[in-house]
């Protein structure tokens, strides 16, 4: 092949009939082009523009594989030639794949394997390093594997050699196994010994002392880690992980006495490397907090390991209240001042001990901003639920009366804390009505919240500085006077403004439509104007319409065309990749209307093929199937395998949860395999909750924990029961009719 020439026949590729990350990919033979140029410059912004086209966030597509053999001749004809072979070894790699089939690029990259082999005696190491990175993911196990063997023996370079071990054990690992257990030796590189750690991890060889020494002499190890291996990471953390990964007491055992003897260290940046790899290891193991509670006590050795342990301790809540002593002098210092370590330690005590946390947050107020975003909860929640304390009122109330001091988040933070006490925050009611013309929205809904259940006198005062401002603020404040006083004129009169095109959020409009309910008749043709042409995909319009749909069958009692409107909004969004979210609103709104979404059936149960969408469709299709049309036990197994693969463990709770009180006698939602499938889920270390937002994952698992094994108790409950009945009914038949054998 002639390598002068690495783009020959690039203007002859269709490149407009293949698409990438985004969109057709006429812009690729100007970006290849721009690689091969002197100007180094331009040919680091096209590697990068690559990455996000060919590669976008792990993901390759059709023109990837079109790409592939220009990106090949570009590497081996010496243009950014370690750089290049990154990003086919990332494509070779991956198996996120859209709108290309399935191994198809990586079948591309392999094509290139004889153009790639050479490389592997390349004169510079970084070259090598890579090139057997790369080649080792293209799986030609034939023909790279002699080449990685061959090139095992003459290495010298440690980097190259660390790669060309994890090659071997990739393509061979029973091979890469032999190769590893001759390189523990203190006298090897530090990077080829981990590389032999990892190797003897992945071949499933033992957990034995020598190899528990071997990883513990690298620290600090973080200067070993790849920069071609993302998914291990940091390197005594990812040791950690695969350890638990492999389950077992033992494993576990291990796994915790290398963290713990890290976090135990006397140096500094080994205690460090401890620490991330606690937080892999409390965010994979259940086990993990109560095995390494002391060990992260023993880490927090000055103020700057304090602050440092802080984030991890807060994650793991009141599991992490015996060291709680470790924040509280720190969290409760300087009061009167700014103070970022004191803020940091004060937001971790509120997730761990929120009662000694309130009158530090209270002497604080307004100084410590994380604290105060810890107690106040996720952006997204309306109301907190921090408890009550009134030293905390008192400050907040102080803080309320200053309105045009209060900067950023506070307002809504503040609003959110007083919301989730109600009625005990009456006290507070001067300061958020006078807050009101300053902050309407989050205001008026506190209000709601707090006159809700209190005193004729109080909610009369609420809602008088509601109805002052419901006719010209935003839409929350109509709709606060209308759930305090149930006059629907405000809200209607508000209501025709924002559905006649006059700003705001149009679903949050319908939403407040529906509250209406038929008191809301009026709204109908508004309603109907406001939905979305029905070509269109995006999610914003999909989740509006099915905002509209709902407030159509509220405001009108008739649930047709909330059935129309659905049965669009599912159809096309099961054309749109990012639209799965909006199938889930779109089923949970089926499922308000019970029998009388049965012509939806079709549409949501083609939506059962994502995990995702499951727990949601499961409950839509109890709603509005008939109860003897259900196969009750496969809608669970569904739901099980959405919880099994983190794809919505929360709503597979609620789909099995809905499915208890269907049980008809004689019969069981859950056969044995399913009933191990969710013992395994109530009971196992791994954590199944494993994404989402870092500071929420280790809770919202430990909720799941709470709610899978109230599930298994009452599943278990009802098949003890059936076979009771059964046995009884058996045994009722041998008495009164033939003898029983």
């Not at 984030?311 to 470790?326: E, H, I, Q, S």
């Not at 059936?601 to 003897?628: C, F, K, N, R």
Request: proline share 7%; with cysteine.
């Amino acid at each position: 092949m002639d390598l002068v020439h690495p783009l020959d026949g690039l203007d002859v590729v269709p490149w407009a009939s293949s698409s990438h990350a985004y969109g057709d990919a006429t812009d690729l033979p100007e970006l290849l082009r721009a690689l091969t140029r002197t100007d180094q410059e331009a040919a680091g912004r096209a590697l990068s523009d690559l990455y996000g086209s060919v590669l976008h966030q792990g993901t390759v597509y059709a023109a990837s594989a079109v790409a592939a053999p220009f990106l090949a001749r570009i590497a081996a004809a010496g243009h950014r030639t370690a750089e290049v072979l990154g990003l086919l070894g990332g494509m070779a790699e991956s198996e996120d794949e859209y709108g290309v089939a399935r191994g198809a690029v990586r079948t591309a990259v392999a094509g290139q394997v004889p153009l790639l082999l050479p490389l592997l005696a390349d004169a510079d190491p970084d070259v090598r390093r890579t090139a057997a990175w790369a080649v080792s993911h293209t799986r030609v196990t034939g023909t790279v594997l002699p080449a990685l063997c061959a090139r095992w023996e003459e290495e010298s370079a440690p980097a190259v050699r660390s790669e060309l071990l994890a090659g071997i054990a990739r393509l061979d690992l029973g091979r890469g196994a032999a190769e590893a257990a001759g390189v523990l030796d203190p006298s090897q590189p530090p990077g080829v010994r981990l590389a032999a750690v990892h190797v003897h991890l992945d071949a499933g060889v033992p957990w034995t002392g020598a190899l528990h020494d071997t990883m513990l002499s690298l620290l600090p190890a973080d200067s070993l880690r790849s920069d071609l291996d993302d998914e291990r990471g940091e390197p005594l953390a990812a040791v950690v992980e695969a350890l638990l990964r492999r389950g077992g007491e033992k494993a576990r055992g291990a796994a915790f006495a290398l963290v713990d003897t890290a976090l135990r260290d006397d140096r500094a940046e080994v205690r460090e490397e401890g620490l991330w790899a606690a937080e892999c290891a409390s965010a994979v193991s259940r086990a993990a907090p109560h095995q390494l509670l002391e060990g992260l006590r023993a880490a927090a050795v000055d103020e700057t390991s304090v602050v440092a342990v802080a984030p991890l301790l807060g994650r793991l809540g009141p599991a992490a209240a015996p060291v709680a002593d470790v924040l509280a002098p720190l969290a409760g210092r300087n009061p009167d001042q700014e103070d970022d370590h004191a803020d940091r330690a004060l937001a971790a005590l509120v997730r761990i001990a929120p009662e000694r946390a309130a009158p530090l947050l209270a002497a604080g107020l307004g100084r410590r901003p994380r604290a105060l975003g810890a107690a106040a909860g996720p952006w997204h929640a309306e109301s907190a639920d921090f408890p009550y304390d009134s030293g905390l009122l008192d400050a907040v109330r102080s803080l309320l009366s200053r309105p045009t001091e209060l900067c950023r988040d506070e307002p809504a933070r503040l609003m959110r804390l007083l919301a989730g006490w109600g009625a005990d925050a009456v006290a507070a009611l001067p300061e958020l009505c006078a807050a009101l013309p300053y902050f309407p929205g989050s205001a008026s809904r506190t209000l709601a919240a707090v006159a809700a259940e209190s005193a004729p006198g109080d909610r009369a005062t609420a809602v008088a500085a509601l109805a002052e401002v419901a006719a010209t603020a935003v839409l929350p404040s109509a709709k606060a006077l209308y759930d305090l006083t149930g006059d629907p004129v405000p809200l209607l009169r508000r209501l025709e403004r924002e559905l006649g095109g006059a700003g705001g959020d149009m679903g949050d409009a319908a939403r407040a439509a529906a509250a209406l309910g038929r008191r809301g008749a009026a709204l109908e043709p508004l309603l109907r104007a406001a939905l979305s042409d029905p070509e269109e995909t995006l999610s914003s319009a999909l989740d509006t319409d099915t905002a509209l749909a709902e407030a159509l069958w509220r405001v009108t009692g008739d649930p047709a065309p909330a059935v129309a409107v659905l049965e669009s909004v599912l159809t096309r969004a099961a054309h749109g990749r990012w639209s799965r979210w909006s199938v889930i609103r779109a089923a949970r709104t089926a499922a308000l209307l019970g029998p009388a979404g049965r012509p939806l059936l079709p549409a949501l149960e083609a939506a059962l093929d994502d995990p995702t969408q499951v727990p949601a469709v499961v409950l839509a299709l109890i709603a509005v199937s008939e109860p003897t049309g259900l196969d009750r036990a496969a809608l669970a197994g569904a739901a099980l395998t959405s919880a099994e693969l983190d794809a919505d463990p929360t709503g597979a709770c609620e789909a099995l949860e809905a499915l208890v009180p269907l049980e008809a006698p004689g019969a069981t939602a859950l056969d044995d395999a399913l009933l191990r499938r969710l013992t395994a889920l109530a009971e196992g270390d791994a954590r199944v909750v494993r994404s989402g937002k870092e500071d929420l994952v280790i809770e919202q698992d430990e909720t799941f924990r709470h709610r899978t094994r109230a599930l298994l108790a009452a599943f278990t409950a009802t098949a003890a029961a059936t076979t009771v009945t059964a046995v009884t009914a058996v045994t009722t038949t041998g008495r009164r009719g033939a003898p029983s054998v």
